[in-house]
């Protein structure tokens, strides 16, 4: 199947950031194995990483890696290895979730701005976390329902000026959702052929779907999409994910060593 | 009548700030002679002057300098000058009005805040001829009645902390009001028991009340009270000086040569 999804998987988005081994195993076990016994089969795993034309030599380094980070588990079942999630790599991973598959409607249509006392009342990381984008020292932009630190000046948003976008996106996130999104609407048209897709190609589609869309949607908080400028279209991207994943449910592990 | 509420207003309130004689004819046709027709006679200028221990030279100096700034006319009737507001200085008195006479319950109750695009957007002249008190560079406060420059991101505020009027708060002013309300809070004390003010006295009084309050509220925004420290004490002294003026009502200029 020439240009078809799988190809294009391939070719525009795997090719989007790094390829990090250990990175899309996260996004594999995170989609596909996430539920407290699911397992992936060591042949299985070898299956849908040489689809994703990744070198068993690769895939080994990386689960060892993980493992190391008690991110994986690797148990022997007679001959076979079966890979799960420990508890740890667990909870990372349904952490993330509501970032990750969230739809765009929970999305929060408000923002607030936020002001600390000082440039040293809360780390530039620890305002990230809390969900909170720097605009300039001291003063934060998040959405309405982010919870701003005890003590800071937190004032909900009325209206948002057109230069707020200029001074708090991230340039070249911009682009990086440009190209996803290009990529993602490429995608949308192939898979508009493509039928009968099996449970195998399904796992591999997903996996670079989220996989292409989990590496820059962990990279910023989720804010309105009023905030940004009209060329951001980390908004669209969601909704496209979103319909994408629907359109391509998520298979049962058993299912992907028979196809 | 020793400690009388008119030994208060020269010992206390008069001595508050800089004696400037052309400030102070200023504030007394601001108060007695605002209206259209008022005018002051030389002879009553000279003894309210005179009351307040204002030398005749001082105050013939004032009065130049005011008709060159176009602020005063004097015209002879007879061997008698009549001094005036000109329209100019009638129109600037009239502006200031709300500031120095409004009512406590008129000042807003809540205040928000506002940030430029840039810190050349607006001079901070501009930005506090506009009501807005400077935070940090490009974030002013003000009244959540005042109008914020076009293009400029406004935001109501909801909780203020306690940090925030450290931030702001002029310390020369939290001082200068301090001095201002214990000078006020004794004349009112004297007053109780001072009865039977004739008009003179009381024309003396209100100048004097009205000077000192005039050039602290003149120097900033009318903000809501909980922006501000515990120590201040602007909004009280407005409460003192209403309360005083009430009780002191603004006298006849026909009555004032008679007492």
Same mark, same amino acid.
């Not at 070898?46 to 991110?71: C, F, G, Q, Y």
């Not at 290009?182 to 195998?200: G, I, Q, Y």
């Not at 292409?212 to 804010?223: A, D, G, Q, T």
């Not at 359109?247 to 028979?258: D, G, Y």
């Given at each position: ?21 250990w990175s899309l195993l996260v996004t594999v076990f995170g989609d596909l194995a996430q539920s407290e016994n699911d397992t ?34 690797? &148990?022997?079942?007679?001959? *076979? ?5 420990? =508890? ?18 929970? *999305? ?15 780390? $530039? ?34 209206? *948002?000026? &057109? ?37 195998? =190609? ?16 962990? $990279?910023?908080?989720?804010?309105? $999409? ?6 951001? $279209? ?8 979103? =319909? ?10 058993? =299912?992907?060593?028979?196809s």
């Amino acid at each position: 199947m020439d240009r078809s999804a799988l190809t294009i998987a391939q070719n525009e988005l795997t090719s989007l950031g790094p390829q990090r081994v250990w990175s899309l195993l996260v996004t594999v076990f995170g989609d596909l194995a996430q539920s407290e016994n699911d397992t992936i089969d060591g042949p299985v795993l070898s299956i849908l990483m040489t689809d994703m034309a990744i070198k068993p030599e690769a895939v080994r380094v990386a689960l060892h890696r993980l493992r190391n980070d008690n991110w994986i588990t690797s &148990a022997k079942h007679g001959r *076979t290895s079966r890979h799960s999630l420990t =508890e740890h790599g667990r909870q990372i991973s349904a952490a993330a979730n509501p970032r990750i598959y969230g739809p765009p409607q929970d *999305t929060a249509k408000n923002w607030q701005l936020v002001m600390l006392e000082s440039t040293s009342s809360q780390s $530039r990381t620890a305002m990230e976390k809390l969900g909170f984008a720097p605009l300039m020292p001291r003063v934060y932009v998040g959405a309405s329902d982010a919870k701003p630190p005890k003590n800071a000046l937190a004032l909900p948003a009325v209206k *948002t000026p &057109a230069w707020l976008s200029a001074q708090f996106e991230p340039k070249d996130l911009v682009q990086d959702y440009a190209a996803l999104h290009s990529a993602l609407t490429k995608l949308e048209h192939a898979l508009a052929k493509d039928h009968d897709l099996n449970a195998r =190609e399904i796992a591999v589609l997903r996996s670079a779907i989220v996989h292409s869309w989990r590496r820059l949607v962990l $990279r910023h908080p989720n804010l309105p $999409r009023q905030l940004y400028s009209d060329d951001w $279209r980390g908004h669209d991207c969601r909704v496209l994910v979103m =319909e994408l994943l629907n359109r391509l449910p998520r298979p049962a592990l058993s =299912e992907i060593a028979l196809s």
